[in-house]
């Protein structure tokens, strides 16, 4: 069983960074591939990054590219979301998950573990 335990997130005022991280323990093959993805109010789940662990072949959406930033630490099997020059539209729950699907994906429903969410507020 993938447990996913998120720490990081809180408010950044527009222009600024912030940083979440995603422990991931029990880890096997059913989290191969790593991904973040954010929730607003009243809005759907949506693809934010991913990384295929063991190649750390990255793919993100078209709208945090140059913004965001996947990355892991192996000696502590946590994955990272490195958030720069954030917009208030940035705003939102963001999770991270696990998938043990054959290659890098950015639906949803491809993964199977998911941490507990963490809030990341944006002031303009």
């Known amino acids: 069983q993938v447990q996913l335990v998120q720490s990081g997130g809180g408010l950044a005022q527009a222009g600024g960074s912030l940083r979440l991280s995603c422990a991931v323990s029990g880890r096997t093959k059913g989290s191969d591939n790593m991904g973040w993805f954010r929730q607003a109010p009243g809005k759907e789940r949506q693809f934010v990054a991913t990384m295929e662990w063991n190649s750390e072949i990255t793919y993100y959406a078209d709208s945090v590219k140059d913004r965001f930033t996947i990355s892991k630490d192996n000696a502590k099997n946590t994955l990272y979301l490195q958030m720069d020059s954030l917009k208030p539209e940035h705003t939102a729950v963001y999770y991270c998950?696990?998938?043990?699907?054959?290659?890098?994906?950015?639906?949803?429903?491809?993964?199977?573990?998911w941490g507990q969410g963490t809030q990341v507020t944006v002031s303009s």
């Open positions: 998950a696990a998938s043990s699907t054959s290659g890098l994906t950015a639906s949803r429903y491809d993964y199977n573990y």
